[in-house]
């Protein structure tokens, strides 16, 4: 598959989404610690696997299963003991502890937690960095000695691209390189904070970042925003999101709030969203009517994500360095 797709790399993959000039992730779960135990009861299943002569993987529809069975897992109005067996003759996609594990999985995948186990369907392995992850104990972040979990995490969410080798091959779109994470720094850091509605269409629709011109057509969109130059609505429209259909809006909405969560949780940006009311750069209600732009199925920013100065020092440390793709490597 790896060899097939980079004969045809010119070729767009293949998403689960209509918003096709934008990056696309799943809406699971995004506790770390919750994160932390999934691959901790993967990896555990990935050795059982190996004592027993199967190969050094875990199955991801034997481990959603084993998740619900234990209630990390369930589904509104079942009982948990009951979730496995009620769905136990759907298919698979039908089946909401598989499908939200898959969603979790995609993200273990982006973060280099997990990967996909070669020739075998369904089969996964826990990565030496997961394998690093699933020792800590207790809330997060945990320490190990000198090990500290939420630097793991952040240096893993700074890695995170696109093009990621954990990645679902057949879902590769080869206009992107781009850190989504480090981008999505980069446009906070313009004025300090930044919507989730903003983010869509500037570090989300960014497609190559070692292009110097679309980093700063990427800058120009936010001062432009934040100007009134533009309003959400031509943002949404330039990007190919159709900002009068509520499943466009909504889709791409998903994916700034994954990676938002995230970025909160490991102090890159602040714990906690602000009102627009009540922000550490004042009232920004008006601003954010105004750029809105009228009528539309675009969701009004209520709040604003506030980057930290460990956001801003990862940020700069990131931005001076060489990219290099993977393919580059061969």
């Known amino acids: ?49 190996k004592e027993a002569g ?21 589904r509104p ?17 039908n089946q ?34 997961g394998i690093q992850l699933s020792k800590f104990e207790g809330p997060f972040p945990a320490k190990i000695s000198y090990l500290d979990e939420n630097d793991i995490v952040v240096r893993s969410l700074l890695n995170a691209n696109v093009f990621s080798v954990n990645d679902n091959l057949n879902m590769w779109d080869t206009r992107f390189r781009n850190r989504i994470v480090v981008n999505l720094l980069r446009c906070a850091s313009v004025y300090g904070y930044i919507t ?7 570090a989300f629709t960014l497609k190559d970042e070692r292009d110097e011109k679309q980093i700063k057509d990427m800058i120009k969109k936010i001062r432009d925003l934040n100007y009134g130059k533009i309003s959400l609505i031509d943002a949404y429209r330039n990007s190919n999101v159709d900002p009068h259909s ?45 750029m809105l732009g009228g009528r539309s199925a675009i969701k009004a920013p209520h709040v604003v994500n506030v980057i930290t100065d460990l956001g801003r020092r990862v940020l700069d440390e990131e931005i001076s360095k060489k990219l290099i793709s993977f393919e580059q490597l061969a």
């Open 196 to 202: 989730n509605q903003e983010a869509i269409v500037t």
């Open 246 to 290: 509520s499943s466009a809006t909504n889709n791409a909405y998903d994916s700034p709030k994954v990676l938002t969560s995230l970025c909160r949780q490991t102090g890159l940006f602040e714990r906690e969203t602000y009102e627009l009311k009540d922000t550490p750069y004042g009232d920004l209600r008006q601003k954010y009517k105004k």
């Open 54 to 74: 199967m190969g050094e993987y875990f199955f991801e529809n034997e481990l959603a299963e084993d998740l619900a069975e234990l209630g990390a897992i369930s």
């Open 1 to 49: 598959m790896l060899i097939e797709r980079i004969r045809n790399w010119k070729v767009k993959g293949s998403g689960k989404t209509a918003n096709i000039d934008i990056i696309w992730f799943p809406k699971p779960r995004t506790d770390l610690g919750d994160l932390r135990k999934m691959v901790k009861l993967a990896y555990n299943m990935q050795l059982k696997n």
């Open 96 to 129: 909401p502890h598989v499908s939200s594990f898959r969603m979790a999985n995609r993200i273990l995948r982006l973060l280099g937690f997990t990967t996909r186990y070669l020739n075998l369907s369904n089969a996964y392995v826990v990565t030496h960095r």
């Open 77 to 93: 109005g079942t009982n948990r003991n009951h979730t496995v067996e009620e769905y136990r003759n759907e298919r698979t996609p």
